[in-house]
Nanobody
Framework: EVHLVESGGGSVQSGGSLKLSCAAS?????MAWFRQSPGKEREAVAS???????THAESVKGRFTISRDNAKKIIYLKMNSLIPEDTAMYYC????????????????????????WGQGTQVTVSS
């Protein structure tokens, strides 16, 4: 079992920035960030493979960037140009499945494929 601890959440105004961190007891090939707002389904935000191939949801492309430091066992989510619609609990996840596209291997955005989850960190964006 992978133990995950998120940090870096908080309250910011629209247009602001935050950087989330996820410290892992060990890293798996696929790591990802998901988010969930009250009354909404969980949605994938971004994923990153051990070989640093990334995916980002269309709603955050150009604003959010996922990264990982394999040596430190930390996953990051840099969030810029935040909008109120980004308000949610953000969760780090590990153990997801991977798929091949062309010559590259990417990580799944399907939350059901991830086996380990953190407790979450709240992000609140006010207008």
């Amino acid at each position: 079992e992978v133990h995950l601890v998120e940090s870096g959440g908080g309250s910011v105004q629209s247009g602001g920035s935050l950087k989330l961190s996820c410290a892992a007891s060990e890293t798996t090939y696929c790591m990802a960030w998901f988010r969930q707002s009250p009354g909404k389904e969980r949605e994938a935000v971004a994923s990153v493979s051990r070989s640093l191939m990334t995916t980002h949801a269309e709603s955050v492309k150009g604003r959010f960037t996922i990264s990982r430091d394999n040596a430190k066992k930390i996953i990051y989510l840099k969030m810029n140009s935040l909008i109120p619609e980004d308000t949610a609990m953000y969760y780090c996840a590990a153990g997801g499945s991977a798929y091949t596209s062309g010559a590259n291997v990417y990580c799944s955005s399907d939350g059901s494929s991830y086996t380990d989850w953190g407790q979450g960190t709240q992000v609140t964006v006010s207008s």
